[in-house]
């Protein structure tokens, strides 16, 4: 029993230092938490050419069902094309672009978000963009994952990955 109570003391000590060490090692500046908090308010984000319409999903996307995509202010600024970032053109560092995810075009059934932010030197950056895609809790495909199975889907186009102004002119 003693031994038993010894072995945790060292243990519980083991786990704590190494808690002080993880706060000390660098930090990406994003996390799951944080983005997911800047993408559920709608405050600051306009919608793709300002229209709130909730469409179906092209066939060439992953995300099935139905969806709209908003912008924050940064992103917004850059779509000088008709709406649209210009061919070639490239988003500011700290753009975040949410695409709403729907069950139907109503607006009353949304399941989540997936979300692209602009962040080239975080470390969890993959292509520029920080990853993301989560259910209404937040929880889902963490920035961890660096986006891998993102950003060969995104990488078809010269609009930085954003795939929408192609496919929904
Ligand atoms: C099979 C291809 C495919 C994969 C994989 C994919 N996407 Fe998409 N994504 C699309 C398409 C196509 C659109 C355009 C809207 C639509 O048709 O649904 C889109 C739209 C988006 C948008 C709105 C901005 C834009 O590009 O139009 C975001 C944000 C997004 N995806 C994030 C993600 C994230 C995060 C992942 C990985 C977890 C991911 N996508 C994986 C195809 C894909």
């Known amino acids: 029993m003693k031994h038993t109570l010894i072995c945790c003391a060292f243990f519980s000590m083991v786990s ?4 002080e060490c993880s706060k000390t090692a660098p930090k990406p500046e994003e996390t799951d938490a944080g983005i997911f908090a800047k993408s559920v308010t709608k405050e600051g984000f306009t919608y793709y050419k300002s ?4 469409h179906r999903s092209s066939p ?13 202010l940064i992103a917004y600024a850059a779509l000088t094309d008709n709406g649209k970032l ?18 139907d075009s109503t607006g009353n059934n949304p ?3 997936a979300i692209m ?5 975080d470390t969890s950056a993959a292509g520029g963009w920080v990853w993301a895609e989560y259910g209404l809790t937040g929880t889902g495909y963490t ?5 891998a199975i993102c950003t060969s889907c995104h990488s078809t186009n010269s609009r930085d990955k954003v795939r929408v102004f192609d496919l929904f002119p």
């Open 16 to 19: 704590l230092s190494l808690i």
């Open 51 to 54: 229209d709130s319409t909730i």
């Open 60 to 72: 060439q996307s992953a995300h099935s069902g139905f969806f709209r995509v908003r912008f924050n």
């Open 86 to 103: 210009p061919a070639g053109g490239s988003f500011p560092v700290h753009s975040l672009v949410v695409k709403e995810l729907h069950d």
């Open 111 to 113: 399941h989540g978000y």
């Open 117 to 121: 932010e602009k962040l080239p030197d």
């Open 143 to 147: 920035i961890n994952n660096k986006g």
